[in-house]
């Protein structure tokens, strides 16, 4: 009986993630807001049965009582959430608090089964930072000068990155974080959303005459600061975002080729200069070769992917702990392992839908400032996941970023809810002001 | 400077910018997406069964019992029985026949215990069966794997070899179906939990070690197919070619014996062959251009991966412009640092009996259901052309010869067939008087089917101990 609950509940978990994922998509054939905010209303019957059924499958097979308090706990949150939206700032993006629910109780499960002291410490960061979160939209609101401030801001954001680079002892050949009062700090996810707003603050602000000399050259010191540290994900995240926001900033298709071609050159350097970069695609190109080094994270991450299958293990039913770093980087190939490939591409589905949408928002501004704030933020957004889902499934050479919202890391966390925030903020105050 | 002149775009602009960067992000995720489709549905099925993965598949065994292994011919190689208290042994009817070629499951797992070991943790037996399995509380009968393994032919190749160390492998040249494979010293798979520690122990025999895939002998005379290959290419007219034979070939210092010190007296290219003249066959490497030999070697999969569904290492050869001189020439006749598996070797005779063209190698069919049902076949897949039509025609010329007039003379008069091949005694330590017994050929000369590979460890002369178990493959084969 108990392995036929098991089985059924892997097809039906994987059914609503699908129900869930084409609503996201359906929502933009409706014009009509009525029948959109139906939708979104409807998304949540979906989200919170994936999220009972995930905790009922663990409950079940640890016997471990916590675990129901940490749902109930959760679920509350989440929906005080989804509600506090509603009244504090109508005009606000509901598919955007869906997504974020949804991809954040994702998390929520995969972590509770992985290391369940890790789930709870994500969830109390989670909570601080939504704390934090939902004042931004009221701050950007108010906040309207903020623009002006693109060089301190360029300045903060380098300082950070170089105080990491020459302060922060190395993990596994990359220097990524400080420790400050007992938390790590990983500069390179703050400065993320720093950078964008200094980038489109020059880029709008300055005089015209040095306005790309000196983006280019604020990008050119952020990238070589996180080349420096060796944390290479990063430094192509923030080197494409700084091709696109030119691109949208100017309309010149010629910027756009000549970033790209740039990227290329930088990687080809990147792999002659960095041996480290080497063994990457060494992994990349062979993993089984490379199995007792280089290539075993990636072997055992499609190990798991592949035993998998369409259809998963089965919750708790897998080896997801034998992938390293299955928390952070490989938590793609953990749920796909447990709950299926579709249910791994129907996430991934819902990441895409996010980034849409922070594009149709941009699309929206007539100031570009914001506008580029918006794009900045998408193409920061819509990189990392295709960095990080392309790794671990051998798409692309391992770069080592985060899955937005879902991977374990107080830092990946925060930042990936004050994104949301931010571009949550910026749709308010579009919607409020009229500004469309 | 070309940046003075930049104005910032209009809203329409810079949304029609907007638009063509969220399609190529679209594009980029539609790609990784159709990724994910393509691993999961396709590659994923050889990629996981790696004995790094074991841990899945124990998992998997705690609720599907392990299905059947059986040969082309319809016996049971492995199964696993279930007593009445639930306890599952996996029995080897065939014992120490099938020790590397269908391997364990027992610390770790080898042969087709490990290639398969998914297939055989799967069920697709009926649904509505499986269910009521299910309910009940049984486990689900796993899925049945089909090898192209002959019983027959794995038995004659096996008592052929004896007690002696080495390797044997037959395999089909029309469609790569591996019939035979054998490796010597082995163990009884159904006793793998008593003698664990002792057969681990034992580093003198190595009883463990699949010796056809994974053991890199130096190939001797065999490797001259090579050196015969790369001769050809550069001289289309091989019947010019003359050699004095005295016993030994000497230049630059680096000197070469014929075997036992022999002295072949005039030879021409054929004769250098077929009698395996180590000096004319100096003389030969020594006119041989290093990096066009380099890519013939390339060409035959030295130095890199070969289409072997069992674990396998690579074969190794010195051949490129800055090889020296007494390593082409020691190379030229299969010595020096050059290696090889016997199961490489098989494949380069393989693609010469079959036209040039190297048939993938497999070893499993089909895998069926419980009840029967076919649940998927395996089609025969051309892997690579070795070499041209008309190079491997006179490469099958110069085997036949080596039966007819030369080192091959245990495979004349033959019942029903014509056998083609090539000897080797292979020097393996400074005891020049010892040597691995070598022997690769194939049959029928003029349609072949299938290609026998043979070592024995200190056999001494190919001719002599090798030819002899071929040939009783061979007749095997064709008896029936």
Known sequence: ?436 | MFWRKNTIADNDKANRQIMKVTYIFVGLFILLISHIFYFTAFESENFINNPYNDKRAQLLSKKIVRGTVYSRNGDVLAKTYTDDAGNETRVYPYGPLFAHAVGFVSHGSSGIEQIAGFKLLKSDDAPATRIRNDLAGIKNKGDSVFTTLDTSLQATAYSALGDRKGAVVVFNVKTGEILALISKPDFDPNRIDDIWDAVNEDTLNSPLLNRATQGLYPPGSTFKIVTALEFIKENPATDKYGFDCTGSFEENGVKINCYHGQQHGHMDFSSSFARSCNSSFANISSTLNKESFGKTCDDLLFNKGIPCPYGYKNSYVDMSKDTSFGELIQAGIGQGRTQITPMHMAMITGAIANNGMLMKPMVISSVKNIVGGTVRTYGYKEYARLMSPEESLALKDLMRQVVISGTGSRLQETNGYEAAGKTGSAEYSADKTKSHAWFTGFAPFDDPEIAVTVIVEGGGSGGETAVPIARMVFDDYFSN
Not at chain 1, 294 to 300: P, R, T, V
């Open chain 1, 1 to 436: 009986m108990y392995i036929i609950f098991i089985t059924v509940s892997k097809y039906i978990l994987i059914a609503l993630m699908a129900v869930y994922a084409i609503q996201c998509f359906s929502v933009f054939s409706h014009d009509d807001k009525k029948e959109r905010d139906g939708i979104y209303l409807r998304q949540v019957a979906p989200m919170s049965s994936v999220y009972l059924l995930s905790f009922l499958l663990l409950y079940i097979e640890t016997g471990d009582s916590l675990l129901l308090k940490f749902y109930a706990l959760t679920q509350i949150i989440i929906w005080a959430l989804i509600l506090l939206y509603r009244y504090m700032y109508p005009e606000a993006s509901k598919l955007l608090v869906n997504n974020m629910c949804m991809l954040m109780s994702t998390g929520f499960v995969i972590l509770s089964r992985l290391n369940f002291d890790k789930a709870k410490k994500q969830f109390i960061v989670a909570l601080v930072s939504i704390a934090m979160a939902v004042v931004i939209p009221y701050i950007l609101k108010k906040f309207k000068r903020l623009r002006r401030f693109y060089l301190f801001l360029a300045a903060a954001g380098a300082a950070s990155l170089l105080t990491v680079l020459l302060f922060s002892t190395s993990v596994n050949g990359s220097k990524l974080s400080i420790m400050i009062g007992g938390m790590s700090f990983q500069a390179s996810e703050f400065v993320k959303i720093i950078f964008v707003f200094s980038m489109a603050g020059m880029l709008t602000c300055m005089n015209e005459k040095y306005r790309i000399l000196s983006a280019t050259v604020t990008a050119a010191i952020h990238v070589l600061l996180l080349v420096a540290s060796k944390d290479l994900g990063s430094a192509v995240i923030f080197f494409m975002v700084y091709v696109i926001m030119l691109f949208v900033a100017t309309g010149r298709l010629s910027y756009f080729i000549i970033g790209l071609a740039g990227a290329a050159v930088c990687s080809v350097l990147g792999y002659v200069m960095f041996s480290h970069v080497r063994v990457r695609v060494a992994a990349f190109s062979d993993p089984l070769s490379n199995i007792d080094g280089s290539g075993y994270q990636i072997a055992q991450s499609l190990f798991a992917i592949g035993t998998g299958g369409f259809d998963g293990m089965g919750l708790m039913q897998g080896a997801p702990y034998r992938i390293p770093v299955v928390e952070a980087d490989f938590i793609f190939a953990a749920i796909c392992e447990e709950f299926g490939a579709l249910y791994g591409i129907c996430l991934l589905l819902i990441c895409i839908s996010c980034f849409i949408m922070f594009m149709n928002i941009a699309m929206r501004f007539k100031d570009m400032f914001y506008k580029l704030v918006a794009v900045g933020l998408a193409a920061t957004y819509g990189f990392q996941v295709f960095l990080t889902v392309g790794g671990v499934t051998k798409f692309i050479p391992l770069t080592g970023v985060t899955l937005p919202l879902v991977s374990y890391g107080s830092n990946s966390i925060m930042v990936s809810l004050i994104m949301f925030s931010v571009i949550q903020g910026l749709y308010v105050s579009v919607n409020s002001s009229n500004i469309t």
